[in-house]
């Protein structure tokens, strides 16, 4: 069975593109919300996010605290997503966009699968997370900045891999470990003692549990 997108003048199997050429009016036009010389919007944000590998793939994790400004916004913010069977974002920065974000990537390879008949590469994966970063640049100028973490298992390598982003939508591959975040500094000093990647799933987990709590003593937002 096959399957194809054709509804006004959009033909492609992105779910994002999708919207913004035949369905705009469902899309959020940030550049209407603020007026020169405003104050940045407040919004509650996430704070410290991580992702390694280890010998069976990666571990990806974070804290569940949001905060806005100088007190506490929600104590139980999920800030980890599994975006397809292989692969997970990990979300910090504005927590509204973000974990938007999240979904949007999850209904985007879910819509690119179902319209090409198979799954995109994990490079691929995170391209798309790339666009979707960029996008949201005027939300960002605005202070709506969104900062994930992508990892996943690549099929074809055989081993877990994952990414870093900044706001402008820029994609950084790194070779062990990543954190993001107002925590991120300290996690990444804790992870750059503990984690291992020929350690097992066990010992991962550990160091992972270990490098929140390492930010959350530094960093009052975690």
């Known amino acids: 069975m096959e399957f194809s997108t054709v509804w006004k003048g959009y033909q492609g199997s992105s779910f994002n593109?999708?919207?913004?050429?035949?369905?705009?009016?469902?899309?959020?036009?940030?550049?209407?919300?603020r007026?020169?010389?405003?104050?940045?919007?407040?919004?509650?944000?996430?704070t410290t996010v991580l992702a390694f590998k280890y010998a069976e793939g990666v571990v990806v994790a974070g804290d569940r605290l949001?905060?806005?400004?100088?007190?506490?916004?929600?104590?139980?913010?999920?800030?980890?997503?599994?975006?397809?069977?292989?692969?997970?974002i990990a979300i910090?920065?504005?927590?509204?966009?973000?974990?938007?974000?999240?979904?949007?990537?999850?209904?985007?390879?879910?819509?690119?699968?179902?319209?090409?008949?198979?799954?995109?590469?994990?490079?691929?994966?995170?391209?798309?997370?790339?666009?979707?970063?960029?996008?949201?640049?005027?939300?960002?100028?605005?202070?709506?900045?969104?900062?994930?973490?992508?990892a996943g298992y690549d099929l074809r390598q055989r081993q877990g891999r994952l990414w870093k982003f900044d706001i402008t939508g820029?994609?950084?591959?790194?070779?062990?470990?990543?954190?993001?975040?107002?925590?991120?500094?300290?996690?990444?000093e804790s992870l750059k003692k503990r984690q291992r990647q020929d350690g097992s799933r066990k010992e991962a987990l550990r160091s992972a549990v270990e490098a929140l709590t390492d930010a959350a003593d530094e960093d009052r937002g975690t």
């Open 92 to 150: 910090a920065g504005a927590a509204g966009p973000a974990i938007e974000m999240a979904r949007l990537m999850r209904i985007e390879l879910e819509h690119y699968e179902k319209i090409e008949g198979d799954a995109l590469e994990l490079d691929g994966k995170a391209n798309k997370l790339s666009q979707m970063v960029r996008a949201n640049l005027p939300a960002a100028m605005q202070g709506m900045v969104v900062v994930p973490l992508f």
């Open 17 to 33: 593109e999708l919207l913004a050429t035949d369905h705009s009016h469902l899309t959020f036009d940030w550049a209407s919300v």
């Open 170 to 188: 820029g994609r950084y591959e790194e070779a062990d470990f990543e954190a993001t975040g107002s925590g991120g500094l300290y996690a990444r």
């Open 66 to 88: 949001a905060t806005e400004g100088m007190r506490v916004a929600s104590r139980d913010v999920q800030k980890v997503y599994a975006t397809d069977e292989h692969s997970m």
């Open 35 to 46: 007026q020169p010389g405003s104050q940045p919007l407040q919004a509650p944000h996430g």
